[in-house]
């Protein structure tokens, strides 16, 4: 007869994190005309958070409109010129060539548009706001940080040879506790830990 082991509880110093954090950033450059949020707002999702000035990608879809309705009305001519022995079936596939330039140019105007504003991916917490209004962005540079709290994390340090050594089979249980709410425990699941260990603190 063998005694079985004891159970032994280990505690570690975790911090709170949210499970998503997003950086917001134009994919086009321009002026930053809005910013409709302030740090420590929550947001819905769809919510519009900034804006560049709208005012050259809208002339810009304006004159792509125009460039493909005069193509469209081009290649017409010339498909009733060639019905009439008029012209080559060269000249007529030129212009439906263009055509079709001049419609992807249109979606490429339409896309950069759109791209001068920010809206919220998900219900969010602004954490941080990067630039103010008025100033001049470039594509990919940061405006806004948003946190999804919807779902909290708590990153914490374990020692490498305790991860080495404890499989999920031995884990009786894992939960959190706060000094602020004395005597209440809250459940953890397991996400993921990071494949290099710390080189100073071996964690």
Do not use: C, W
């Not at 596939?93 to 548009?113: G, I, Y």
């Not at 031995?170 to 506790?177: G, L, Q, Y």
């Amino acid at each position: 007869v063998t005694a079985e082991p004891g159970r032994i509880r280990h505690r570690f110093v975790g911090r709170v994190e949210a499970m998503q954090t997003v950086d917001l950033s134009f994919e086009v450059p321009g002026p930053l005309a809005t910013l409709a949020v302030r740090e420590g707002e929550r947001v819905p999702a769809g919510t519009l958070l900034a804006a560049l000035d709208p005012v050259d990608y809208e002339l810009a879809v304006r004159q792509a409109r125009a460039q493909l309705e005069l193509a469209r009305l081009d290649l017409e001519r010339k498909q009733q010129l060639l019905a009439g022995a008029g012209t080559s079936r060269a000249i007529v596939d030129e212009a439906a060539t263009l055509l079709e330039l001049r419609e992807v140019a249109l979606a490429q105007a339409t896309e950069a548009l759109d791209d001068a504003r920010i809206v919220a991916p998900f219900d969010a917490y602004v954490a941080r706001r990067y630039r103010d209004p008025g100033a001049n962005v470039g594509p990919g540079e940061p405006i806004l940080r948003l946190l999804d709290l919807r779902t909290l994390k708590i990153v914490a340090s374990v020692r490498e040879d305790l991860l080495a050594t404890v499989d999920a089979e031995r884990v009786r249980s894992r939960h959190a506790e706060f000094s602020f709410l004395p005597g209440r425990t809250f459940p953890l699941t397991y996400l993921e830990n990071r494949g290099e260990a710390d080189p100073v603190a071996k964690t």
